[in-house]
């Protein structure tokens, strides 16, 4: 054996492909010519295993539902800031038709008793319950059915788009965030997810540019006067958001554009990828 004929082998062996041909023994199952097992499998088999891991590892991507950019304007005028925080924190109940339900795995439909208890208000705020959900209905943006209550999906949603300019908001990492953050801390929120710049969570003027050198980053004070607070409400809410040792608002100071500010996008987001750049990760301490 020449050495270019051992090199071919010691390849092989290496490599641990079959050596001859395959032998099927029983059921999938084969040996080569050494005697070693092999698990005889078709192409068409492989690409039919891919295709159902590629969907199971889909089904266990985190929950969200959408909100309809254009409208949220509505409601934050129609709505108190923590009558806002309510709303985003009770739709995130909604099933694929918009009814409010107690959860994924359960589609019983949500009694106001029970849409009470979900935003962890006691029962001695039954008033401050009351008031939000009646508003909510006087302006159309929950509505009463036989069989329950549905968000209106013009302004909330789970399910597909269809053009619209929309923010996914993350079911868990929502739930989780109001266990610390208040609801008038979420409603600031609410008012400020329509300046979510659609590729990079920066909050700003033009949140549809794609040219990222002519976005306009929103400061303190143009934030402020965007969403209808003092600069000073802004500084405690982004001092004060934090949950589970995890930032809500980033504030980010460069030379050439001052100071501005991003959204944690494991919570709110625009883009369809989770695949965030290493700043981004360092930043809000993403895996």
């Not at 409601?75 to 409010?100: D, E, F, K, M």
């Not at 003027?205 to 990222?212: G, I, L, S």
Request: a positive charge; aromatic letters at 10%.
């Amino acid at each position: 054996m020449n050495k270019r004929q051992l090199n071919e082998s010691l390849s092989k062996l290496v490599s641990g492909a079959p050596r001859g041909s395959i032998t099927r023994t029983n059921g999938n199952y084969g040996r080569d010519e050494t005697g070693k097992p092999f698990f005889i499998q078709s192409v068409e088999q492989r690409e039919t295993v891919k295709r159902i891991m590629k969907q199971k590892g889909e089904g266990r991507k985190e929950s969200f539902f959408f909100s309809v950019i254009e409208r949220m304007h509505y409601v934050a005028n129609a709505l108190t800031p923590a009558q806002c925080g309510y709303l985003l924190v009770l739709t995130s109940h909604v099933n694929w038709n918009g009814l409010l339900v107690r959860s994924e795995k359960d589609s019983t439909p949500l009694t106001p008793a029970e849409m009470q208890k979900a935003l962890n208000l006691p029962k001695s705020k039954r008033s401050t319950f009351t008031d939000f959900l009646d508003a909510c209905l006087n302006h159309g943006i929950i509505k009463k059915k036989d069989d329950g209550y549905y968000v209106e999906k013009g302004f909330h949603f789970r399910g597909r788009t269809e053009g619209e300019r929309v923010v996914r908001t993350y079911i868990t990492q929502l739930r989780e965030m109001y266990k610390d953050v208040s609801a008038h801390d979420v409603g600031l929120l609410y008012r400020l997810i329509p300046y979510i710049h659609v590729d990079s969570n920066i909050l700003c003027e033009n949140p549809n540019e794609k040219d990222a050198r002519a976005v306009v980053k929103h400061n303190r004070k143009s934030l402020a006067e965007a969403i209808g607070v003092t600069p000073q409400v802004i500084s405690r809410a982004t001092t004060r958001m934090i949950y589970d040792g995890k930032s809500v608002f980033a504030k980010v100071t460069t030379a050439t554009d001052g100071t501005f500010y991003m959204l944690n996008p494991s919570i709110f987001r625009r883009a369809d990828r989770d695949d965030y750049d290493a700043t981004t990760r360092g930043i809000f301490g993403l895996q």
